[in-house]
């Protein structure tokens, strides 16, 4: 199974679970299961459209899943997902 680091954020919707271990052979199921297994979860990491939000960034082994084929990019058994939400502000 592959596993999905959770930010520390969002940790309060995953029973303070820092990573969870999902099923899906592609970055969008494993995100799905996520959801399925935390459901508190889903509205914070997709709009309501269904797509993710513009400051969710997913990463697969260290690379950004935008630049690979997005949600469609395979994930194997091994692989580690991380959601990184996007920081703004300032002047």
């Known amino acids: 199974m ?3 680091r959770i930010p520390t954020p ?3 919707y995953t029973g303070s ?3 969870v271990s999902v099923t899906g052979d592609t970055v969008g199921a ?3 299961d996520l959801t399925r297994q935390h459901p ?3 509205q914070h990491l997709y709009a309501d459209s269904g797509e993710l939000r513009a400051f ?3 990463f697969l082994n260290e690379e950004d899943v935008r630049h690979i084929r997005g949600a469609d990019t395979p994930v194997k ?4 997902l ?3 939400p996007s920081i703004a502000g300032g002047r």
Do not use: Y
């Open 56 to 58: 969710v960034n997913v």
């Open 2 to 4: 592959a596993t999905i």
């Open 10 to 12: 969002l940790r309060s």
């Open 77 to 80: 058994k091994q692989d580690r």
């Open 40 to 42: 508190a979860l889903r």
């Open 17 to 19: 679970q820092a990573e």
């Open 30 to 32: 494993a995100l799905n």
């Open 82 to 84: 991380m959601i990184v």
